[in-house]
C-alpha cells in the first residue's frame, strides 16, 4: 500500500472511530505527512519495505535538522501509532515501529506567571484598546478554569451551569470533564453574556465580531500581548496561564489529585511537574530572603 494513502486510511480511523477533536487529528496529520515526505524523497512510499532502520533515520534527520527532542518524540509516537493501525489491518505482517526507543528528553519546568502578573493583566484589560471585557473573559477562563486554548475556542453556552458554579469541558480524545468557576469568573461570565445576548444553547461563548467561533491563533495573539506587558518570561502562549494556574493551586495547597482533575491529566505523573515548579520557586524565595541561605 502506498504510504499517503495509509496514512488518509489512519486518519480516518482516528476521526470516525476514535472520535478525535480536531486539533488532534491536525497534529497527527502534520507529523505523519514530514514522514511521508521522508518516504517520498527516498523512494519508500510502499509501506511494506518501510523497515526499523528507515524510521530510525527518519528521527536522525529530524534531529540533524534542530527539532527538539520533544517535537521528534511527538512525530516518533505518530508513526508508531499508524504502523500499529497497519499491523492491525493486515497490511504489513511486522511492525517495524515497536521496538523504537523515543530519544532521551529532560524534561523543563514549564514558564509560569506570577500571581501579580496575573492580577497586572485584569487591571490592564479594564483600559484594553480591544473589548475590556472579551480580553477579561479570555483570561479569566484560560487562567481561573485552567483551560487549554482549544478548550476554551469549543466553550457553549449550553457547557456552562453558572447555579452551580460549574462548567463543562470538552477536553483531549473528547473526554468530559467538570470544572469549578470561581466567584469572580462567575460574574465576568454573566456580564458578558448579558452584553453579547446570545439565544441559542449551542451558540459559543466567545466569538469573533463577525458571531463566528474564536480561534487559537486570535487567543495567542491577545494573550502574548498581555503577557508581553507584565512579565519578561520567554514563553507567552495561552498554556502558561494554564501551567500558573495549576502551579498557584499548588502553591495554595490544593491536592495533586484535585489539580490532575481540574487539568484533566490522564497521568497523575503529568500533573506532578507543577509540584517541582512550585518547589524550584520555594527555593528560589529562600534564597532571595533568608538569611541562612
Known amino acids: 500500500m502506498n504510504i499517503n494513502l495509509l496514512i488518509n486510511n489512519y486518519l ?16 497527527y496529520q502534520n507529523d505523519l505527512n514530514t514522514f511521508c515526505q521522508f518516504c517520498i524523497k527516498n523512494n519508500k512510499d510502499d509501506v511494506k519495505i518501510i523497515s526499523e532502520k528507515f524510521i530510525k533515520a527518519f528521527m ?12 521528534i518524540t511527538r512525530k516518533l509516537a505518530s508513526v508508531r501509532g499508524l504502523f500499529r493501525f497497519a499491523y492491525q489491518q493486515e497490511i504489513i505482517d511486522q511492525n517495524p515501529a515497536q521496538y523504537i526507543k523515543n530519544p532521551m528528553v529532560i524534561r523543563k519546568l514549564p514558564d509560569i506567571a506570577s500571581e501579580q502578573n496575573i ?50 469541558v ?16 462567575i460574574q465576568i461570565i454573566s456580564e458578558f453574556i448579558r452584553k453579547n445576548k446570545p439565544e441559542d444553547p449551542d451558540s459559543f461563548i466567545i466569538t469573533t465580531k463577525g458571531g463566528k467561533q474564536i480561534y487559537p ?17 520567554k514563553k507567552k502562549s495561552p498554556h502558561v496561564l494554564r501551567h500558573s494556574s495549576a502551579t498557584h493551586m499548588l502553591d495554595n495547597g490544593a491536592d495533586l489529585r484535585a489539580v490532575k482533575e481540574i487539568l484533566g491529566h490522564e497521568n497523575l505523573s503529568t500533573t506532578q511537574i507543577y509540584t517541582h515548579v512550585s518547589i524550584e520557586r520555594l527555593k528560589s524565595t529562600y534564597k532571595k530572603s533568608h538569611p541562612k541561605s
Do not use: Q, W
Open 12 to 27: 480516518d480511523f482516528l476521526k470516525k472511530i476514535k472520535r478525535y477533536s480536531r486539533h488532534t487529528i491536525t497534529a
Open 60 to 71: 536522525m534527520e529530524l534531529n540533524e535538522n534542530g527539532l527538539e527532542k520533544k517535537s
Open 119 to 168: 492580577l497586572n493583566i485584569f487591571e490592564l484589560a479594564k483600559e484594553s484598546e480591544e473589548d475590556p471585557l472579551l480580553v477579561t473573559i479570555i483570561f479569566e477562563l484560560l487562567y481561573g478554569c485552567s483551560l487549554r486554548v482549544s478548550e476554551l475556542c469549543d466553550l457553549k453556552i449550553s457547557d456552562l451551569n453558572l447555579e452551580n458554579k460549574l462548567l463543562r
Open 170 to 185: 470538552s477536553g483531549k480524545g473528547n473526554k468530559i470533564r467538570i470544572v469549578p468557576i470561581g466567584g469572580k469568573s
Open 217 to 233: 491563533r486570535f487567543v495567542y495573539r491577545l494573550v502574548n500581548k498581555y503577557l508581553s506587558k507584565v512579565t519578561d518570561i
